[in-house]
């Protein structure tokens, strides 16, 4: 079984800053691309960012040069600062895994239990 644990979200003013975490923990053989992705009330959820074990990082228009996501393969865990923050980024905020577990050794993907952030004064 593979679980995540999501961390960091909050109620924040325009203009603030919050870092958000996601622990991967279970019998992980390898953990390929890890990410963020945020569902607005009444839309679809959309990509925030990815980032590959190697380190590649990929970002929506709409936060490119504000967030910036990064991990620790030591510690399976994903992390996504975001800076300078809009009432628009008001969503919650999914860690996503794709990964391979040892118990299947079959790649599939892992979603978190959310996150809730709040961009308002």
């Known amino acids: 079984q593979v679980q995540l644990v999501e961390s960091g979200g909050g109620l924040v003013k325009p203009g603030g800053s919050l870092r958000l975490s996601c622990a991967a923990s279970?019998?992980?053989?390898?953990?390929?691309?890890m990410g963020w992705y945020r569902q607005a009330p009444g839309k679809q959820r959309e990509l925030v960012a990815t980032?590959?074990?190697?380190?590649?990082?990929n970002y929506a228009d709409s936060v490119k040069g504000r967030f910036t996501i990064s991990r620790d393969n030591a510690e399976n865990t994903v992390y996504l600062q975001m800076n300078s923050l809009k009432p628009e980024d008001t969503a919650v905020y999914y860690c996503?895994?794709?990964?391979?577990?040892?118990?299947?050794?079959?790649?599939?993907?892992?979603w978190g239990q959310g996150t809730q952030v709040i961009v308002s004064s």
């Open positions: 996503n895994l794709d990964a391979m577990p040892v118990l299947t050794m079959l790649r599939q993907d892992y």
């Open positions: 980032i590959t074990r190697g380190g590649t990082t």
């Open positions: 279970g019998s992980i053989f390898t953990i390929y691309v």
